[in-house]
């Protein structure tokens, strides 16, 4: 019963909070001729963050092989 109701309140969270910026953009502005525009750019937005967490990984990858301590064990 209480892993049914956790599922149940991860689906609600989902649907009723997190998904709203992405419904409003589906229904309200998917009419105007500029709806393309604005929901490509939600996508940038996420492949730039995306990128920039990449960059950070491989500089302090980078950072560990030079000094030596990348596999210690």
């Not at 393309?36 to 995306?50: A, C, E, K, R, Y």
């Not at 950070?56 to 064990?73: C, I, L, N, P």
Request: charged share 15%; net charge positive; no cysteine.
């Amino acid at each position: 019963m209480i892993a049914s109701n956790i599922f149940r309140l991860i689906g609600s969270l989902f649907t009723d909070l997190l998904f709203l910026p992405f419904n409003w953009l589906r229904t309200s502005v998917a009419h105007a001729d500029f709806g393309w525009w604005i929901s490509n750019t939600v996508n940038w937005g996420f492949l730039v963050v995306l990128l920039v967490l990449f960059a950070y990984w491989m500089g302090q990858s980078r950072k560990f092989v030079k000094e030596g301590t990348e596999d210690r064990a």
